[in-house]
Nanobody, 115 residues
Framework: QVQLVESGGGLVQPGGSLRLSCAAS????????MSWYRQAPGKQRELVAS???????NYADSVKGRFTISRDNAKNTMYLQMNTLNSDDTAVYYC?????????WGQGTQVTVSS
């Protein structure tokens, strides 16, 4: 069973940057899409960004121009570069892999934007 492990979260000041990583324990080449979601306290989980196996990307309007999603199949890792962070970006960030069969979720990593 392939597992996903997120890392890179933490406390950052407004305007700062973080890079999240999602490392898979197996080959991500079989995942036709990988995504980042986030869930803020008291809110529903929402899609932040996704990337297909062909490299096509999609972003939530709230992060367009600030966040960049990428994947390195050779390293079995997906990334989320987050720039110009603000308090609205505070949430637990989860990665998800879509494949034939049950989708896979990571355990999440906390991102807190605060001065």
């Amino acid at each position: 069973q392939v597992q996903l492990v997120e890392s890179g979260g933490g406390l950052v000041q407004p305007g700062g940057s973080l890079r999240l990583s999602c490392a898979a324990s197996g080959n991500i080449g079989s995942f036709y899409r990988m995504s980042w979601y986030r869930q803020a306290p008291g809110k529903q989980r929402e899609l932040v960004a996704s990337i297909t196996g062909n490299g096509d990307t999609n972003y939530a309007d709230s992060v367009k121009g600030r966040f960049t999603i990428s994947r390195d199949n050779a390293k079995n890792t997906m990334y989320l570069q987050m720039n110009t962070l603000n308090s609205d970006d505070t949430a637990v960030y989860y990665c998800k892999a879509d494949r034939i069969g049950p989708n896979i979720w990571g355990q999440g990593t906390q991102v807190t934007v605060s001065s």
